[in-house]
């Protein structure tokens, strides 16, 4: 009798590990408390665009990603555009993240400048992690910046997206994230960023009719109520107020969720679920009638303007209106995160015209702020160890999110690769 396994969450990682399951011959149902898949890939009707409520993006290295685009046979739908960095700093935007761009920039001396291009030279060279996983972020910078570069460069940007946790980064965290850029040029001068032709659309367009087509179920808007066990093992879970025999599952929701819905984990295990903590993100979205600069990716150090950057959308994805991405990090804790969308419209509405003087409300055609508690997970020195496995006490009960990326980046690829991960782990501890 074909084993039926039940995965939790729809979104990339989810569906990723769903089509692997349904693949080996496995009987799966996938369970999605929104009204749509996608999870923080989903896309929404935004004044007749159908756009991703939060920015995205493919870098060269992302491989999980091309051979999953592949396998679904859209890998033609990849597209790749040569992209310019910003760099709004203390009033002024300065082109960033090229060699003449660094040598320019008034705001470091020639020793700041050699050391700042020598430690992204390195990054991108690091093939193993696991030294600078216990290596704080802040330790590391210092050490190849000085202190005063680090303060002038970085000490902003991680009080702005992750507040009290800031000096809680482990190096190895950071380092992959400027090796996948850096990774991305396709030479000194130019940075080529991919996108897919119909957004993150076209992947989860692609993957759910494969999943449909094998036999798979997906049943959206209905969140897990409670994993179901008997013995220490798996049996089912109830979702809404519906109960499903299941004889093993697989969640892919944030950790935070985990205990809630799977209360008979051990406690110990529980404990080591709930160390880990996570940033939430009120997430701004512009259409404009004209572009606000010319660049896909802006940082920002500037007291004026407490976000720590501004993607430019439609400088990555041509399209028929400039897309606008001002994103506010912050633990769910911080007095902020409570405030109206109309105030965080606003407010941003406010920094774009700091970015381009020339910015007026008229250029608004329409605005939308989406959230997200679990957006970002804080990742300090030592974060290997501090993951908890995918296999859980539970019999039959596996579980990833996010976190599982650790050190690389958040991306549609990372969650494939994690997706797969899980399939594969299910797969060596089931009997077909």
């Known amino acids: 009798m074909t084993q039926k396994i039940g995965v939790i969450g729809a979104g990339p990682m989810g569906l990723a590990c769903a089509y692997k399951l349904l693949k080996a011959g496995y009987a799966v149902e996938i369970f999605e408390a929104d009204d749509r898949i996608g999870g923080m890939s989903a896309s929404f009707d935004f004044d007749g665009m159908t756009i991703e409520r939060y920015y995205h993006f493919i870098c060269a290295p992302d491989q999980p990603l091309f051979d999953m685009l592949d396998e679904l046979g859209i890998k033609d739908k990849l597209r790749w555009r040569d992209t310019r960095q910003g760099y709004f700093f203390k009033g002024k935007l300065y082109r960033w993240g090229e060699p003449w761009a660094l040598l320019s920039f008034p705001h470091l001396n020639f020793i700041q400048k050699m050391r700042y291009a020598l430690h992204v030279m390195y990054a991108k060279s690091i093939s193993d992690w696991r030294k600078l996983d216990k290596i704080s972020a802040t330790e590391w910078l210092k050490k190849w910046l000085g202190e005063k570069t680090y303060m002038a460069m970085w000490h902003n940007l991680f009080y702005l997206k992750f507040f009290?946790?800031?000096?809680?980064?482990?190096?190895?965290?950071?380092?992959?994230?400027?090796?996948?850029?850096?990774?991305?040029?396709?030479?000194?001068?130019?940075?080529?960023?991919?996108?897919?032709?119909?957004?993150?659309d076209a992947f989860l367009e692609a993957i759910e009719a494969k999943i449909l087509a094998m036999g798979g179920v997906i049943h959206l808007s209905s969140p897990v109520r409670r994993v179901v066990t008997e013995n220490g093992a798996v049996t089912g879970l109830q979702a809404g107020d519906t109960e499903f025999a299941l004889s093993s599952l697989i969640s892919t929701v944030p950790l935070p969720y985990v205990p809630r819905f799977a209360p008979d984990l051990p406690d110990e295990f529980k404990q080591r679920i709930t160390a880990i903590e996570n940033i939430g993100v009120v997430c701004v979205l512009f259409k404009l009638n004209q572009p606000l600069t010319d660049n896909f990716w802006m940082n920002i150090q500037d007291d004026s303007i407490p976000v720590p950057g501004v993607i430019e959308y439609s400088n990555l994805n041509p399209l028929a209106h400039a897309l606008v991405y001002v994103p506010f990090y912050m633990p769910k804790t911080h007095p902020d995160y409570g405030k109206s969308d109309a105030d965080f419209i606003q407010r941003s509405a406010n920094y774009l015209k700091k970015i381009n003087p020339t910015f007026e409300d008229s250029w608004i055609l329409a605005s939308k702020a989406s959230r997200y508690e679990f957006a970002q997970t804080v990742c300090p020195p030592g974060f290997f160890d501090m993951l908890p496995s995918l296999k859980t006490p539970l019999k039959g009960f596996y579980m990833a999110d996010t976190s599982y990326y650790y050190p690389e980046d958040r991306s549609i690829s990372e969650s494939i690769r994690v997706g797969c991960e899980l399939a594969a782990t299910a797969q060596a501890h089931e009997v077909a």
């Open 164 to 200: 009290e946790y800031k000096d809680q980064l482990s190096a190895a965290w950071l380092g992959t994230r400027i090796q996948r850029v850096a990774l991305s040029r396709k030479s000194l001068f130019t940075e080529s960023l991919g996108y897919l032709d119909g957004g993150s």
